[in-house]
């Protein structure tokens, strides 16, 4: 098959312009999961000025052992979600994953997780009794406009290609680093990895100039391309990098996120990643209405376990744009 159009338009497809090298510091938040009960998790995705990295759309460090506020519980009930991948990956603890296309699984460390809900999906992940509740990641991944409608699916992946150097070990989670690629599925280009560094190790890590990278630090002390890193932030890097610098002292553990810049508008609310205000307002009906066709019911579950959408905005909600040209620190 060729294209025969004349003048194919490429603009759809089209990368938005990187910001070029730069590094940004983005501080994590507090906020909790699940409501008022649920515990607190850092997020350093959204932010204000940094919407996404690549198609990341949203990062939560979960059991950190920095959170200074704690909750009552690590269980989420039933809820949607629209228009994105969940990736979890789990440092210790097990939580038992279910969902509405028929998964029930226990989550464990070394295993990648990934829920990919095109046009709806319900989960609910609690922690698995007397198990500690976990420390780990969970991140989205915005799924581009031609993929949203694709049927919901849940893959676990324990065979992930490692690169390794001296004094460095990635784990590729999602995408491609190094000339390596993992065998979960994403719809655009992008890289999601686990990395560890020696203490005293010095490293020069090879990157798609054509992607943009942010870095987040679990455990240790780390210093990317000359700033340094302890557990918390998000070091945004810009594109136009061909290769990481890395150093530390200690050692560290971190994790690395990257892609194309996502070319599309996102609008983000609650649990839902649309291009539209009126995309988010059906979603919600949808869940609202205990439509089944978008929404299934999770078996073991039951209906007066669902969460319910909060209300929505007096506004029209608008996309989140980056902002550009700006250096935090
Ligand atoms: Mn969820």
Known sequence: MSDLEAVPDVAVCEPAPGPGPVAELYPAREVPLGGVRGVFVERVLPQRDLPTVG???????????TVTKTG???DIDPHPHIGLQTVTWP????I???DSVGSDVEIEPGQLNLMTSGRGVAHSEYGVAGVHSGHGLQLWIALPGNSTGIDAHFEQHRELPIYQTRGLRAIILIGSLAGLTSPAEAYTPLVGADIRIEPGAEITLPVRPDFEHAVMVIEGDLAVAGTELTP?????LGTERDELRLGSSTGAHFALIGGEPFGEELVMWWNFVARSHEEIVAA???????????FPDIAGHTPDQRIPAPPLPALHLKPRKRRMGTAHS
Do not use: V
Not at 284 to 294: A, T
């Open 91 to 94: 440092f210790d603890g097990r």
């Open 232 to 236: 918390g932030p998000l070091l945004y």
């Open 55 to 65: 198609a990341w759309c949203f990062f939560d460090h979960f059991g950190s052992p």
């Open 72 to 74: 009552a519980s690590p």
């Open 96 to 98: 038992r994953h279910r």
């Open 284 to 294: 919600r009906n949808d869940w609202e209405n205990h439509d089944l066709d978008r």
